[in-house]
């Protein structure tokens, strides 16, 4: 047979929920490590702990940035502490009561810091590390709220409980608030301010937590979203449902993205533009995997943030018999694809600006010149850049999208298809070589595995391991056999690299 080619390795990125011999020649049967962008199957980079070791372990962690200085802000349960790359300063002040299931909610108003956990009263941060965080000016002290976060002028809330009495239904929202000040007032009864709530009791199903999109303040129950749109005059805001019966799996299950909210729901991932009925961005794609991946009794500790530097959104879950996040399904919203990464015990993480003066010396490197990635003397983010950062249970913190390892640990990268029958189901065939086409530094190795099967309903029989040495090796020459073949290509060095198609080769050898 002549030489096929395999075109634009990362154009689909994985389909697990469809039989792989349908799937289109250049779709991938699974991934791990890698992420699908520009056409290209690349390993992800790694993590690195950034700032000092945190003194708690860390449950939730933000960008926040004053006229003078970039902070990041993390929290235990509680204790909070502010970070700007040189000191770390605890601004706790009373100590949150919470658990690890009481996630924390919040965010930047007009320079200040909000954090809510929904247990106790919320509070604020003025960035003035000679002050601690602080209970909201005017809070009712016998009010406590599910989420709490900004937007215009406002802070928006939902399922309140006022004196001991729960309001599942309840969203409210203060008084506009002036540039550096808290709001003056909650009180929906106030007739002097534009403090107000709404019953959203159209379904009875209960808020979970709220965002942003744009001119819009979408609020999500468990199997319904609304839109809020702010209207002013006696109303304030107005509410209306967005059609579909589609809601949010947990708090902090959304994401913003210049094409709406990327939103973990239950069994499915969707993006919401809070207009039309939600889209599901793994139909046929990886809806059914997703289901069987998260742990049913730690569901809730999921999560979801957008990196913006890659155009991507990470969906965090624990996977099956784990109590945090261990896995994250990544949906690159510029070329709609799908991957996977493995996660460091995460229980949240965020995108924003960074500035971490200390530089990266000739002393602190590890392994020859040759394994290493970037340019020497240059860090591989600058404080321009958005990038992410990652609270894990290790304690640290990690700075994602960096380094050659998983905080010291190899990065095993790996893409695999199966089902490849070449429009041809009846004729037995026998792989002779593969080639792909790899984008790495000379020297990098990769191992490459063929393989074959008679049906696609029986398990792939796989070949010895080939040593792919890039600069040296053209071609991976293997024996494997059967009507369906298969490859897999995989690393464990610290060596990046990408693969932008795939030159391959088999012969026909009857029918049987």
Known sequence: MPTITIPALGQYGFIADQPSQELPINALSSVSNVRCRDGMAERFSGHVQIFDTPSVTPYFVAPYGTSTKRYWIHSGIANTYADDGTTRTD?????????????????????????????????????????????????????????????????????????????????????????????????????????????????????????????????????????????????????????????????????????????????????????????????????RWLRRQIDTTYYARSFVFADEEKNEVWVCYPYIGKTVCTKALVWNWVDNTLSMRDLPNVTHAASGLLYYPASLTMDALAGTMDSLDGYIDQNDYTPADSRVVMASTTPALYLGNSGTSFAGTAITGQIERTGLAFDDTTSVKTWRYLAPRVSAAEGTVLSIQLGGTMSPDIAVRWGAPITFTVGTDERAYGFASGRYLAYRIYSTGAQGWSVKSIDCDWAPTGKF
């Open 91 to 287: 601004i706790t002040g009373t100590a949150f009561t919470g658990t690890v299931d009481d996630k924390f909610t919040g965010g930047s108003l007009h320079g200040l810091f909000i954090l809510n956990n929904g247990v106790d009263q919320p509070k604020y941060w003025d960035g003035n590390t000679a002050n601690n965080l602080a209970t909201l000016t005017a809070w009712d002290a016998n009010w406590r709220v599910k989420f709490i976060r900004p937007f215009k002028n406002f802070l928006i809330y939902g399922f309140p409980t006022k004196s001991g009495t729960a309001y599942p239904h309840t969203l409210g929202w203060s008084a506009p608030a002036d540039p550096g000040t808290p709001p003056t007032t909650y009180d929906p009864a106030s007739t002097s301010t534009d403090a107000g709530d709404v019953p959203i009791g159209e379904t009875p199903d209960q808020i979970v937590d709220g965002l942003p999109l744009g001119e819009y303040f979408l609020v999500y129950k468990e199997r319904s979203i609304y839109r809020m749109e702010y209207i002013g005059g006696q109303q304030v805001f107005a509410v209306k449902r967005v059609p579909g019966n589609i809601g949010m799996l947990a708090r902090g299950c959304a994401a913003s993205t210049p094409k709406g909210h990327v939103v973990l729901t239950n069994g499915d991932v969707v993006l919401v533009d809070g207009v039309s009925e939600p889209q599901s961005l793994l139909d046929k794609r990886a809806r």
